[in-house]
């Protein structure tokens, strides 16, 4: 019996930028948009750092985009 993949949306905690990702891949080592590693070595394998946002599949998109928005405006309130 097969099981079907999982994904999940991953937030930058640094710049809010949303992610999809499948529990079968390697964490994401690094944001594309702010630099912010995502991911560290434990006990051989790359693993999320504690302050990554994974929603598993009970989250919805607007919890997702809200939390994602609500990070953006911070980092952005940063940049000026």
């Keep these: 019996m097969f099981e079907l993949a999982s994904f999940y949306d991953v937030v930058c905690?640094?710049?809010?930028?949303?992610?999809?990702?499948c529990k079968y891949d390697l964490p994401i080592d690094k944001c594309e948009n702010c630099g912010n590693k995502l991911a560290h070595e434990e006990d051989g394998e790359l693993v999320w750092k504690e302050d990554v946002l994974v929603f598993g599949v009970w989250s919805n998109s607007a919890q997702v985009r809200e939390v994602s928005?609500?990070?953006?405006?911070?980092?952005e309130h940063k940049e000026d």
Aim: aromatic letters at 18%; proline letters at 6%; glycine letters at 6%.
């Design 13 to 21: 905690p640094h710049c809010g930028r949303i992610y999809k990702w």
């Design 69 to 75: 928005e609500r990070i953006r405006r911070k980092f």
